[in-house]
């Protein structure tokens, strides 16, 4: 067995998320050769980074990346910090010759993510970007239907991603929660939160998107800022919209806002071919709903696979509890740990790597720039 040592930057909600995924790993994929084991955790807070390595289990803290990186006893860093860190970081500790498991979205533009994937590329390091949705149950089994042939040609794909957390002019910009909405700090609104995970998903379930017509809006205008307290104009889209084409020629509908009174996190796809369709909805997450015009017509209509069987049909599903009783959304960051771990042992890269979510990041920017100018962008 091999100690697989993790040195996790960020106390944050997603440093939670990762944490507990790799506790999980040893105790559901028992048979993984490289287990993770939690060696370090830092924050520039010192009070909070304390009790979160208490909380979690983590051997030791720091408070400062730069020594975190440099300590010859990690062997991951795990980049779960605000965006405008993604890069110095990533670009550090490749050249320290670590292995990178970073948050989505990748970093703050695509001049930023071509260092990052030269920098993993020149120290010939494990490297990935967590979208973790690729990783539901669901989503797997959608991609082993398409990747079938069963839908035949695509012609439409669609996805949103709804949410109605700012709705409120009160929520302020910037901060420890809200650093979201800073502009200067996430790079994007929506664009980068929100589309990025459809635009990973509809990528690997659909492949390359060609050309794009966006458009953006930021409803509130100005907000105060957590931190200094100041109202001050506010630079992210609150709301985004864009009609692409696919490399295999189907036509695609995306939107994104956190306007959608009623929507918490409804995050969908429909994908139709000549033969079949899928549809998708993070809200019932554990279900995948199958339209195929191959069934003999007086049953012909949608069917919902509950995908929660044991044996082999449903991806993951024989690691968890009851066939029939469905898991959550912790157990996307479970099985992105554990594919990760299997990665080390194989040294097959594991997806997305930095080049696979650069095109994610191409497409979030060529969004943003059509909906500026108001017209269609080349990827
Ligand atoms: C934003 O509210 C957010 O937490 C995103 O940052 C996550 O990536 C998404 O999965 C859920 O919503």
């Not at 919209?241 to 009623?262: V, W």
Request: charged fraction near 20%; glycine fraction near 8%.
């Amino acid at each position: 067995m091999t100690k697989v040592r993790i040195g996790l930057i960020g106390c944050g909600f997603m440093g939670r998320a990762h944490s507990n995924a790799h506790n999980r790993v040893p105790n559901f994929f028992p048979e993984l050769k490289c287990k993770p084991v939690l060696q370090a955790v830092c924050d520039s807070n010192a009070d909070c980074v304390e009790a979160f390595a208490e909380q979690w289990g983590y051997a030791s803290t720091e408070t400062d990346w730069r020594k975190l990186i440099e300590r010859p006893d990690i062997d991951v860093v795990e980049i779960c910090v605000p965006n405008i860190f993604h890069r110095d970081i990533a670009v550090a500790a490749a050249a320290q010759g670590k292995m990178i498991l970073c948050e989505k979205p990748m970093c703050m533009n695509i001049a930023e993510g071509e260092e990052m994937v030269a920098a993993v590329e020149k120290a010939g390091v494990a490297n990935m970007i967590s979208y973790n949705y690729r990783r539901m149950p669901a989503v797997s089994l959608a991609k082993a239907i398409i990747d079938s042939g069963k839908l035949g040609r695509i012609y439409h794909y669609r996805s949103n991603f709804l949410q109605d957390w700012c709705i409120s002019a009160s929520v302020p910009q910037g901060g420890d929660s809200t650093w979201r909405l800073d502009a200067k700090v996430a790079g994007s609104g929506v664009t980068g939160d929100l589309l990025a995970h459809c635009i990973d998903t509809a990528l690997w379930l659909n492949g390359g998107i060609k050309t794009v017509t966006a458009m953006t809006e930021t409803f509130v205008k100005e907000r105060m800022h957590a931190v200094t307290g100041k109202v001050a104009p506010v630079g992210i889209d609150d709301a985004c919209a864009f009609l692409c084409r696919f490399d295999n020629g189907s036509l695609g509908l995306f939107e994104s806002t956190r306007y959608a009174c009623g929507h918490k996190a409804l995050f969908t796809f429909e994908i139709n071919g000549e033969h079949a369709s899928l549809k998708w909805d993070l809200h019932d997450l554990h279900r995948l709903e199958l339209f195929d015009h191959n069934d003999a017509g007086p049953v012909r209509g949608w069917r919902s696979i509950h995908v929660t069987d044991h044996g082999g049909d449903h991806p993951y599903m024989d690691r968890w509890w009851v066939p029939g009783l469905q898991i959550g959304y912790e157990h996307s960051f479970v099985h992105q740990a554990a594919d990760f771990m299997k990665s080390l042992e194989t040294g097959e890269p594991c997806a997305p790597t930095f080049k696979d979510a650069l095109k994610t990041q191409r497409i979030c920017e060529t969004v943003l720039k059509s909906a500026a100018a108001g017209n269609w962008a080349s990827v």
